[in-house]
């Protein structure tokens, strides 16, 4: 009998379901939108019904709601890298750890 994997993540994760805006940057650029399942300091799961691999570079950008930021909702920019994809009825379900990150300032 396989033995439980220990938990890795060392950071909270909050289970949020956000629209997602996310460009691809491999095989040139194209973007997409999806819903996050949960989020982190580190990191994003989210659902999209485009197919991407593993290992790909990748740009997203989503609004944290004012239970996160305890004010009011904050655009984020984030850069990163797509460390595991599962299938789903979902979508694509896509865990990102995220390189760089930027808040955004309202124009």
Same mark, same amino acid.
């Given at each position: #009998?396989?033995?439980?994997?220990?938990?890795? +993540?060392?950071?909270?994760? %909050?289970?949020?379901?956000?629209?997602?805006?996310?460009? %691809?940057?491999?095989?040139?650029?194209?973007?997409?939108?999806? $819903?996050? +399942?949960?989020?982190?300091? $580190?990191?994003?799961?989210?659902?999209?019904?485009?197919? /991407?691999?593993?290992?790909?570079?990748?740009?997203?950008? #989503?609004?944290?709601?004012?239970? /996160?930021?305890?004010?009011?909702?904050? +655009?984020?920019?984030?850069?990163?890298?797509?460390? +595991?994809?599962?299938?789903?009825?979902?979508?694509?379900?896509?865990?990102?750890?995220?390189?760089?990150?930027?808040?955004?300032?309202?124009?």
């Amino acid at each position: #009998m396989a033995q439980p994997q220990p938990e890795k +993540r060392t950071t909270r994760r %909050f289970s949020l379901d956000l629209p997602i805006a996310i460009k %691809f940057l491999e095989n040139g650029t194209y973007e997409v939108t999806g $819903r996050t +399942r949960d989020v982190s300091s $580190r990191g994003v799961f989210f659902y999209v019904d485009s197919s /991407i691999t593993e290992g790909s570079p990748i740009e997203f950008t #989503m609004t944290l709601p004012p239970e /996160i930021t305890l004010t009011s909702p904050i +655009r984020v920019h984030c850069t990163g890298k797509v460390v +595991r994809v599962d299938k789903s009825t979902l979508g694509q379900g896509v865990a990102v750890a995220i390189d760089k990150y930027n808040f955004l300032t309202e124009a």
